[in-house]
């Protein structure tokens, strides 16, 4: 079966960085458009960033020229370099594989930025 198995969250202060990797096994990863997701308590599941099959990257506003999406497609692996980290960032973040109506979820990572 489909696995998405993320890896790099912790504790960070702000102003930090961290590194999320996301490596998918059992899928034709070059295929998919890979996508990074937040879900902070008692909200809703939210895009952070995706990157298209072709490597075009797409950005929250809230998160638009500190974090950057990355893809390779030998290793299957996604990652999020998130840089000048900010409290609101605290989440547990998802990765997703996406094809047409196709989709798979990564089981999360936390991230907590302290102030």
């Known amino acids: 079966q489909v696995q998405l198995v993320e890896s790099g969250g912790g504790l960070v202060q702000t102003g930090g960085s961290l590194r999320l990797s996301c490596v998918a096994s059992?899928?034709?990863?070059?295929?998919?458009?890979m996508g990074w997701y937040r879900q902070a308590p008692g909200n809703q599941r939210e895009l952070v960033a995706i990157?298209?099959?072709?490597?075009?990257?797409t950005y929250a506003d809230s998160v638009k020229g500190r974090f950057i999406i990355s893809r390779d497609n030998v290793k299957n692996t996604v990652s999020l370099q998130m840089n000048s980290l900010k409290p609101e960032d605290t989440a547990v973040y998802y990765c997703?594989?996406?094809?047409?109506?196709?989709?798979?979820w990564g089981q999360g990572t936390q991230v907590t930025v302290s102030s």
């Open positions: 997703n594989a996406k094809r047409y109506s196709t989709g798979y």
């Open positions: 059992r899928i034709t990863f070059s295929v998919y458009a």
């Open positions: 990157i298209s099959s072709s490597g075009s990257p």
